[in-house]
């Protein structure tokens, strides 16, 4: 009676196949990052040193380092964040604590979703006419990072309300029946609660920020500076935007220069998005419900 | 004024903690209340009973106002409580849900420590001052007393209250609204979710709130409407059927609805 019979053979065959199958393409799925770091590392870790990391480039950007550019590219993604982390959190509280269901909200939703979905490039002009030209930052830091900070915006907002959203009406209620105001819930219990995943979301942000180069190009990313920026409103150096310089633009450069410069790149977005896990893990452990 | 109502109102000396006046009340353009007249008496247990749907959470959920928070609500008539109606312009919803707490069926405590929970509505509350250390021992030792608790948790007052089993859960629930001195408490199923002993357990404690507390269940359980409860409200599609003592309407009901509800033909 509860013997194998033909038909489950057949159909326990068909099951196998289909399962070893999803595991080859998952397994296809990891190939590329595998490869991309492999080469990276291959072509570009012989360059990698202190020296590299912290002098500034020489030669018409043929040799030396290229600390200028590190440290421009943590100075934009920092002032973007500046901005857009406050105003995302703000937005998303409104739209998952207060904002009624009616015309305005959805139109709010349609709008964010629509701000995901412009190109870099779109965004790179608008900051031109907006930053650069209208408030008349110039081409700076500022500029540069506003124009970044609009492009995070969507991802900030969502991934906030979407953590806020899943602590449960429960707590709410909770709170509400003892007769506190939604401030309070908000402030008390929901958002020690979401706290997070809204990280989460900023930390990813960063490390797509990071990598950015159409944005800042015609905003703020200068091709060679000599000097370090003094402050938001001077141009700066940029890793992305250094990585396609000394790739296609400047003639003479060693085969293992853009290597190394993807390669930090590269491992900054690595670092930042371990960091995330690390502590996404962490904060997960610590709540309960 | 219906049927009902008839029953037990109408002896004016009897005290009112909650009276209702003709109340509907409309979700949308659903209407889920049609002409509540009720008077609850002060510092008793009143059952709501009624099949699922028949409105009674709803009409628990008007009583303090929360179901402004859950959506478009409309509601015409009147609720007052102890002589005041709740509905009227000038009254601070915050102080009505302070004054009138509420247990829900799904114990939920805050993730927070257990002396946390029942702090919260004191802080929140509290007019700018901290209040000293003491005072909050005596507040947390005080509700927890209160609630039968205070023995089984008084050396883990730091542990999360989300790791507690459910009926000490919903023991402490009730007890984080004593803090703030509400003088009615709602409870909405607030049983369901336990095991028999939990049941029991939490049931004599309503039981010993009765007299200091206005209490109004709403249950599935007619054992437990029977045995917990002094006075019980039948519902039905949105309208008060039968309201009267737990004992009459168990043994002789007037209406043959809810003669039927109680020996199980539905619901």
Same mark, same amino acid.
């Given at each position: 009676?509860?013997?194998?019979?033909?038909?489950?053979?057949?159909? !326990?065959?068909?099951?196998?196949?289909?399962?070893?199958?999803?595991?080859?393409?998952?397994?296809?799925?990891?190939?590329?990052?595998?490869?991309?770091?492999?080469?990276?590392?291959?072509?570009?870790?012989?360059?990698?040193?202190?020296?590299?990391?912290?002098?500034?480039?020489?030669?018409?950007?043929?040799?030396?380092?290229?600390?200028?550019?590190?440290?421009?590219?943590?100075?934009?993604?920092?002032?973007?964040?500046?901005?857009?982390?406050?105003?995302?959190?703000?937005?998303?509280?409104?739209?998952?604590?207060?904002?009624?269901?009616?015309? +305005?909200?959805?139109?709010?939703?349609?709008?964010?979703?629509?701000?995901?979905?412009?190109?870099?490039?779109?965004?790179? +002009?608008?900051?031109?006419?907006?930053?650069?030209?209208?408030?008349?930052?110039?081409?700076?830091?500022?500029?540069?990072?506003?124009?970044?900070?609009?492009?995070?915006?969507?991802?900030?907002?969502?991934?906030?309300?979407?953590?806020?959203?899943?602590?449960?009406?429960?707590?709410?209620?909770?709170?509400?029946?003892?007769?506190?105001?939604?401030? !309070?819930?908000? $402030?008390?219990?929901?958002?020690?609660?979401?706290?997070?995943?809204?990280?989460?979301?900023?930390?990813?942000?960063?490390?797509?920020?990071?990598?950015?180069?159409?944005?800042?190009?015609?905003?703020?990313?200068?091709?060679?500076?000599?000097?370090?920026? !003094?402050?938001?409103?001077?141009?700066?150096?940029? +890793?992305?935007?250094?990585?396609?310089?000394?790739?296609?633009?400047?003639?003479?450069?060693?085969?293992?220069?853009?290597?190394?410069?993807?390669?930090?790149?590269?491992?900054?977005?690595?670092?930042?998005?371990?960091?995330?896990?690390?502590?996404?893990?962490?904060? $997960?452990?610590?709540?309960?419900? | 004024?219906?049927?009902?109502?008839?029953?037990?109102?109408?002896?004016?000396? /009897?005290?009112?903690?909650?009276?209702?006046?003709?109340?509907?009340?409309?979700? #949308?353009?659903?209407?889920?209340?049609?002409?509540?007249?009720?008077?609850?008496?002060?510092?008793? =247990?009143?059952?709501?009973?009624?099949?699922?749907?028949?409105?009674?959470?709803?009409?628990?959920?008007?009583?303090?106002?929360?179901?402004?928070?859950?959506?478009?609500?409309?509601?015409?008539?009147?609720? /007052?409580?102890?002589?005041?109606?709740?509905?009227?312009?000038?009254?601070?919803? *915050?102080?009505?849900?302070?004054?009138?707490? %509420?247990?829900?069926?799904?114990?939920?405590?805050?993730?927070?420590?257990? @002396?946390?929970?029942?702090?919260? #509505?004191?802080?929140?509350?509290?007019?700018?001052?901290?209040?000293?250390?003491?005072?909050? /021992?005596?507040?947390?030792?005080?509700?927890? @007393?209160?609630? *039968?608790?205070? /023995?089984?948790?008084?050396?883990? *007052?730091?542990?999360?209250?989300?790791?507690?089993?459910?009926?000490?859960?919903?023991?402490?629930?009730?007890?984080?609204? *004593?803090?703030?001195?509400?003088? =009615?408490?709602?409870?909405?199923?607030?049983?369901?979710?336990?095991?028999?002993?939990?049941?029991?357990?939490?049931?004599?404690?309503?039981?010993?709130?009765? #007299?200091?507390?206005? =209490?109004?269940?709403?249950?599935?359980?007619?054992?437990?409407?029977? @045995?917990?409860?002094?006075?019980?409200?039948? %519902?039905? %599609?949105?309208?008060? =059927?039968?309201?009267?003592?737990?004992?009459?309407?168990?043994?002789?009901?007037?209406?043959?609805?809810?003669?039927?509800?109680?020996? #199980?033909?539905?619901?």
């Amino acid at each position: 009676m509860f013997e194998i019979s033909e038909i489950n053979k057949r159909n !326990q065959k068909t099951q196998k196949l289909f399962q070893i199958l999803f595991m080859m393409m998952t397994v296809l799925l990891i190939m590329p990052v595998v490869a991309i770091l492999g080469m990276l590392i291959y072509k570009g870790g012989s360059i990698i040193s202190v020296d590299f990391l912290f002098s500034n480039p020489t030669n018409g950007m043929t040799a030396g380092g290229i600390f200028p550019a590190i440290f421009g590219t943590v100075w934009l993604v920092a002032v973007a964040l500046l901005v857009s982390v406050p105003i995302g959190v703000a937005a998303a509280i409104y739209l998952s604590e207060y904002a009624p269901d009616n015309w +305005l909200t959805r139109i709010i939703n349609l709008a964010i979703i629509n701000l995901a979905g412009v190109p870099s490039i779109v965004h790179a +002009l608008f900051g031109v006419g907006a930053f650069v030209i209208f408030f008349g930052f110039g081409t700076s830091i500022l500029a540069a990072s506003l124009t970044l900070a609009i492009m995070t915006l969507p991802v900030v907002i969502v991934a906030s309300r979407e953590s806020l959203q899943a602590v449960p009406l429960a707590f709410r209620m909770a709170c509400w029946n003892m007769g506190a105001t939604r401030w !309070q819930t908000i $402030r008390r219990v929901v958002l020690p609660n979401a706290v997070s995943g809204i990280l989460t979301g900023v930390i990813l942000e960063v490390s797509r920020t990071t990598g950015e180069t159409a944005p800042i190009m015609f905003t703020g990313a200068a091709f060679f500076l000599p000097f370090l920026p !003094q402050s938001v409103f001077d141009q700066t150096m940029a +890793l992305s935007l250094h990585l396609f310089v000394v790739s296609t633009q400047v003639p003479g450069v060693p085969e293992d220069l853009p290597y190394g410069v993807a390669l930090v790149l590269i491992a900054m977005v690595l670092i930042m998005n371990s960091l995330s896990i690390a502590f996404r893990m962490y904060l $997960r452990g610590k709540k309960k419900w | 004024m219906n049927q009902a109502s008839h029953n037990v109102a109408q002896k004016s000396t /009897d005290k009112y903690a909650i009276h209702t006046t003709n109340l509907n009340l409309w979700y #949308g353009t659903f209407q889920a209340l049609f002409n509540v007249n009720l008077n609850i008496k002060d510092g008793i =247990i009143t059952s709501l009973i009624g099949p699922s749907g028949c409105g009674k959470s709803t009409f628990l959920r008007s009583v303090n106002r929360i179901n402004e928070r859950l959506g478009y609500v409309r509601i015409d008539g009147s609720i /007052d409580v102890r002589g005041q109606n709740i509905y009227a312009k000038n009254v601070e919803i *915050l102080q009505v849900r302070k004054q009138i707490g %509420m247990v829900f069926q799904r114990p939920n405590p805050l993730p927070i420590s257990v @002396r946390e929970n029942i702090l919260f #509505g004191h802080k929140i509350h509290r007019s700018g001052k901290v209040s000293s250390r003491s005072e909050q /021992d005596d507040i947390v030792e005080s509700a927890l @007393r209160t609630v *039968l608790l205070w /023995d089984k948790v008084k050396d883990q *007052l730091d542990r999360k209250a989300t790791e507690l089993s459910l009926e000490e859960q919903q023991k402490l629930c009730i007890a984080r609204l *004593l803090p703030v001195k509400p003088s =009615i408490l709602l409870m909405d199923e607030p049983c369901s979710a336990l095991d028999p002993k939990g049941t029991e357990a939490v049931e004599e404690l309503i039981w010993e709130l009765r #007299g200091d507390y206005t =209490i109004l269940i709403v249950t599935h359980n007619m054992a437990q409407a029977r @045995r917990a409860s002094e006075e019980c409200i039948f %519902m039905l %599609m949105g309208k008060v =059927i039968e309201h009267t003592a737990t004992e009459d309407m168990f043994v002789t009901p007037k209406n043959s609805e809810t003669a039927d509800y109680i020996e #199980g033909r539905y619901g």
